[in-house]
């Protein structure tokens, strides 16, 4: 079943100009991730510290399987240096609805 995965980062002010680079460089491994169907990320128009990230996955066992390996010394990324609070929330996709 494919799952959504919509992480909400908010963004230490000072870091606003650094986080595209930051995000295309991260976003670059995560989309060549096996099972990564694609990437959309959102800027709050209001709060530009606010971004969310929308992740598709194939299933709940790639997304589960990227976020161990981004929990590795191979998988780390710089966006933890730019962030303030995260949030991951996981959805199934429901297409028999």
Known sequence: M????????TLKPENVAD???ILTE???????FKGNLG???LIDHADETHVSIVER???I???NAYRAFRATPEGANRLGSIVTD????????R???
């Open 61 to 63: 066992e790639d997304d």
């Open 95 to 97: 297409d028999d609805i």
């Open 26 to 32: 991260t976003l670059e491994a995560t989309r060549a």
């Open 39 to 41: 990437c959309e990320v």
């Open 19 to 21: 986080a595209p680079a």
């Open 2 to 9: 494919t799952t959504i995965a919509i992480l909400e980062l």
């Open 86 to 93: 995260r949030k991951l929330t996981l959805y199934a996709v």
């Open 57 to 59: 996955w194939e299933s």
